[in-house]
T-cell receptor, first 113, second 114 residues
Framework: SQQGEEDPQALSIQEGENATMNCSYKTSINNLQWYRQNSGRGLVHLILIRSNEREKHSGRLRVTLDTSKKSSSLLITASRAADTASYFC?????????????FGKGTKLSVKP | NAGVTQTPKFQVLKTGQSMTLQCAQDMNHEYMSWYRQDPGMGLRLIHYSVGAGITDQGEVPNGYNVSRSTTEDFPLRLLSAAPSQTSVYFCASHKTSLSYNEQFFGPGTRLTVL
């Protein structure tokens, strides 16, 4: 499989705590994206980080990318119950699927009020 | 803008039946894709299209057929449903072939094949 791997598979925290999810991949990339999926819904794009960026912020989200280790992390600070969802990293598919992405298996985050 | 819409939301089929999952987008995106999502497997690409009249296979195309007669619509056909096709199906669209673009997903169709 070409899929990346998220770690952990599941994460349960209390509201207000920070949540960190990791993503590893095997091939060189020029960007990596993170998506959120609420239960029973489609995926929603959160953030994209390019290979020449080490860190990127969007509101309470912080994404890092370490191209030498082929890994990325997504940090959600001061989590809320509404952050409960599955989070997926996605990397470009250079095998010919024109702009399509290869998704990891996801981290299921549960934020308890 | 409605974005990406999918119908139906839920469907139950018997083995051997055929059906079409509908997908439409109103963002004038050239690129559209179908994924299936199975527990513990993430999303896997079934078929994709780079414009009207042009389609190609993804990672798991067997048992599925697609066509793209307009920019807006990209239906997915199950020719003879099998229990292994029980899954949640997502349609997505994006603007260009560049890997930097964001994909927009529909709400999904949950399919059960008995």
């Amino acid at each position: 499989s070409q899929q990346g791997e998220e770690d952990p598979q599941a994460l349960s925290i209390q509201e207000g705590e920070n949540a960190t999810m990791n993503c590893s991949y095997k091939t060189s990339i020029n960007n990596l994206q993170w998506y959120r999926q609420n239960s029973g819904r489609g995926l929603v794009h959160l953030i994209l980080i390019r290979s020449n960026e080490r860190e990127k912020h969007s509101g309470r989200l912080r994404v890092t990318l370490d191209t030498s280790k082929k890994s990325s992390s997504l940090l959600i600070t001061a989590s809320r119950a509404a952050d409960t969802a599955s989070y997926f990293c996605a990397r470009p598919n250079y095998g010919g699927s024109q702009g399509n992405l290869i998704f990891g298996k996801g981290t299921k985050l549960s934020v308890k009020p | 803008n409605a974005g990406v819409t999918q119908t139906p939301k839920f469907q139950v089929l018997k083995t051997g039946q055929s059906m079409t999952l509908q997908c439409a987008q109103d963002m004038n995106h050239e690129y559209m894709s179908w994924y299936r999502q199975d527990p513990g497997m993430g999303l896997r690409l079934i078929h994709y299209s780079v414009g009207a009249g042009i389609t190609d296979q993804g990672e798991v195309p067997n048992g599925y057929n697609v066509s793209r007669s307009t920019t807006e619509d990209f239906p997915l056909r199950l020719l003879s449903a099998a229990p292994s096709q029980t899954s949640v199906y997502f349609c997505a669209s994006h603007k260009t072939s560049l890997s930097y673009n964001e994909q927009f997903f529909g709400p999904g169709t949950r399919l059960t094949v008995l």
